[in-house]
C-alpha cells in the first residue's frame, strides 16, 4: 500500500500520520526530526513501517519496549534486507512475518507475534514478497 494511501487510511481513524523522510541525513538528524513529531503526541507506540535504518541506541533507550517493528520475514531467520531472496534461495517451504520491539541490535527484540503462510518450489522471492504483505498486515 502505497505511503499516501497509509495517510488517508490513519485519517479515516483520526490518527495522525506522520512520514518523516531520512533522505539526505543523518542519523542524528534524522532521529531529532522524528522525537520532534513524536513530543507533539508522547505517543505510547511508535510503529516503523518499511523503515531501513537501525536506530540508535540512545533513541531506543527513549522508547524501551515502545517501538514496533514489522521484520518481513519469520524471525530468527533470514535478519536484515531482501528476506525473500535469502528464503527463495535456501528453499523454505514457510514464509511469515514477525511483529518485535526493537532493540540496539538488528532485529534481535523481543517478538510480540507471528504470523507464516506455506510456499513451495514454484514460489519466486517476488511471489513470496507479495504473499508475505498480507501476512505483515495480520501481523500487525
Do not use: C, W
Amino acid at each position: 500500500m502505497p505511503r499516501r494511501a497509509l495517510k488517508a487510511l490513519a485519517g479515516q481513524f483520526k490518527i495522525p500520520y506522520y512520514q518523516v523522510s531520512s533522505e539526505d541525513k543523518a542519523r542524528q538528524a534524522h532521529e531529532a526530526a522524528i522525537l520532534k513529531v513524536a513530543a507533539r503526541y508522547r505517543p505510547e507506540y511508535i510503529v516503523l513501517a518499511k523503515y531501513m535504518r537501525v536506530l540508535s541506541e540512545e533513541f531506543v533507550s527513549r522508547f524501551r519496549n515502545r517501538i514496533i517493528n514489522i521484520h518481513h520475514s519469520f524471525l530468527p531467520a533470514f535478519v536484515g534486507a531482501n528476506p525473500y531472496q535469502q528464503a527463495a534461495e535456501r528453499g523454505v517451504k514457510i514464509i511469515g512475518a514477525t511483529a518485535h520491539f526493537v532493540s540496539e541490535e538488528l532485529d534481535q527484540g523481543p517478538i510480540i507475534a507471528q504470523g507464516v503462510i506455506p510456499v513451495d518450489h514454484s514460489h519466486s522471492a517476488s511471489d513470496m514478497a507479495q504473499a508475505g504483505r498480507d501476512v505483515e498486515k495480520i501481523v500487525l
